[in-house]
């Protein structure tokens, strides 16, 4: 193999991730994509495509926005988690009064 296959599965392979970490971010929601993009914000298609790392995947500018979203639902995440799988995996936060 040449580098530059090297290098093309190495990106397969991170976009690979990335979806898994964008299927299990949903999946502690216990929403359908669906319902996760109504209370997210973010349109269906979207969610679908992170999750099946169609086209450029998730960007980290929407990952910024996306984790943004999702702490509104109460769930706890960072960015460099979501893009890298670096860091503690996402929580629901404690309900605070």
């Not at 679908?48 to 169609?54: A, F, G, I, P, Y």
């Not at 109460?74 to 893009?83: E, Q, T």
Request: hydrophobic content about 35%; glycine content about 10%; aromatic content about 6%.
């Amino acid at each position: 193999m040449n580098s530059h296959t090297n290098r093309d599965k190495l990106m397969l392979d991170e976009k690979n991730a990335r979806a898994q970490r964008v299927i299990q971010l949903r999946q502690l929601t216990e929403l359908s994509q669906g319902g996760l993009a109504k209370l997210s914000g973010f349109p269906v298609q979207y969610i679908k495509q992170w999750e099946e790392h169609q086209a450029e995947g998730l960007s980290e500018k929407l990952g910024i926005n996306f984790i943004r979203s999702i702490s509104k639902l109460g769930v706890d995440c960072s960015l460099g988690w979501l893009m890298e799988g670096r860091g503690d995996p996402p929580k629901i936060m404690a309900y605070q009064s």
